[in-house]
């Protein structure tokens, strides 16, 4: 498949364009026992990171007992990563693009009318619930061990997401819950500044629906 489309058709289906389902993308990043262990086993391994570690998981503990688990905290650690891929779309080229899509429309309109991560954090709020289940998951060891490698891993691909998130009250430790969602745009906002003219295909594909 031509990469391009490949990358938009990952980013329609994480806000449910193809009737696939938010809800099934959300739980891939969720709750997934053998890598969750996979997390803990590597935590239990890295003595090198060990003070670090137990710095993180303190900040998880206190993150875990301040933060409720609902579609508006779930909207916050998605909306950098959406944000950053808006303010590289030409909204007057993708324009061209969707006179005749419906899809396109209403992706247009919901671009330049409210926040895409609001929507997206709208559909993702039943699966998100029970917050109590993911509340409760981060305080045991595996999910513990997860939430803060995969923070790291964004702290080096990504640091200025990760500071934006770590800023907002230590949200960056919530990033694995969408890091599957989120992670197209990510990619797609790497493609721009690389190769911009191939960064204009995906939002042709993306804005009118393939």
Known sequence: MDSAKEIARDMLEAINIDGSGFIGAVAKGVI??????????YDFLDTEHRRENQDDKFRL??????????DETICKVIQPFIDDFISRVDMPSVA????????GKALFSQFTGVKLGYMISERAAT???AGTVIGSALSIGAEASRAIYTSRY??????EAYYKLKNM??????????????????????????NPEEFGRI?????GGL
Do not use: W
């Open 154 to 159: 964004l702290l080096q691909r990504n640091p």
């Open 127 to 129: 699966a998100l619930f």
């Open 169 to 194: 009250g230590d949200l960056d430790l919530l990033y694995f819950l969408v890091e599957d969602t989120v992670k197209p745009f990510e990619t797609a906002c790497g493609i721009h500044e690389q």
């Open 32 to 41: 997934s026992l053998p890598v969750s262990l996979a997390y803990l086993g």
């Open 61 to 70: 503990a206190a993150l875990v007992k301040k933060v409720t688990f609902n």
């Open 203 to 207: 939002c042709k594909y993306f804005f």
């Open 96 to 103: 061209l693009h969707i006179t005749g899509s419906s899809v």
